[in-house]
């Protein structure tokens, strides 16, 4: 069945260093979305990838999109306190209304 | 401001004593979805309503059920609730123009205690 993992599942940092979440699809996706989760809180869409090698930025967070479109990343530059939550990533198979959530990677930003 | 509602926010309840959670959406979206979520685990999908049509999960229990009278409105009935129930339940509302390719708009989710 269908099955998207992240790593890692757990990454503590300081304040002001780079994190970056990888997430793997076994099968291709027609999309890959990114959402984030605060602690008691609920998922919040950041972003959607369609295209092969798609780039895309939102202030300091990178979305990567795979050549195969089996993969993706998230990367944040200089964390803050404001960024601890757990990312998710989301795919669609093609054709498919449901997204299947990868495992998620929990981030905690020490002060 | 357009959003999806979940109530209650926190729901106790006694071990296989039916309960229903219900969710309402002022987005006007066709696609409305129900997740079950454990402590430090993904969303898991339970079934989802493309406008009246109903779509389970394959492995979703018989013991989780759901109605969507109209667009606006869908319940998740939990008929015997078990200690293993107990979890957060997100409902999500999107639109689909082009299957698949639509943003999932998460409630705030019900948070499950079972007895």
């Known amino acids: 069945g269908q099955q998207v993992m992240q790593i890692p599942q757990y990454q503590h940092v300081q304040e002001g260093e780079d994190f970056t979440t990888y997430c793997n699809s076994s099968?291709?996706?027609?999309?890959i979305q990114w959402y984030k989760q605060r602690p008691g809180g609920h998922p919040v869409f950041l972003i959607q990838?369609?295209?092969?090698?798609e780039v895309k930025k939102q202030k300091r967070l990178t979305f990567q999109f795979g050549e195969a479109k089996k993969n993706s990343s998230l990367h944040i530059t200089a964390t803050q306190t404001t960024d601890v939550g757990t990312y998710f990533c989301?795919?669609?198979?093609?054709?498919?209304?449901?997204?299947?959530f990868g495992t998620g990677t929990r981030l905690t930003v020490i002060p | 401001d357009a959003m999806v509602i979940q109530n209650p926010r926190y729901q106790v309840t006694q071990f296989g004593k039916p309960v229903t959670l219900s969710c309402s959406q002022t987005?006007?979206?066709?696609?409305m979805y129900w997740y079950q979520q454990k402590s430090s685990q993904a969303p898991k999908l339970l079934f989802h309503?493309?406008?009246?049509?109903?779509?389970n999960e394959a492995d979703t229990p018989d013991n989780f059920q759901s109605r969507r009278p109209n667009t606006s409105f869908c319940f998740l009935d939990i008929r015997s609730p078990g200690l293993g129930d107990a979890a957060m339940y997100l409902c999500?509302?999107?639109?689909?123009?082009?299957?698949?390719?639509?943003?999932?708009?998460f409630g705030p989710g019900t948070r499950l205690t079972v007895l």
């Open positions: 309503y493309y406008d009246k049509d109903f779509n």
């Open positions: 099968t291709t996706l027609s999309n």
């Open positions: 999500a509302t999107s639109r689909a123009t082009v299957a698949g390719t639509d943003t999932q708009y």
């Open positions: 989301a795919g669609h198979k093609t054709g498919a209304n449901n997204l299947f």
């Open positions: 990838l369609v295209k092969s090698g």
């Open positions: 987005l006007n979206h066709n696609v």
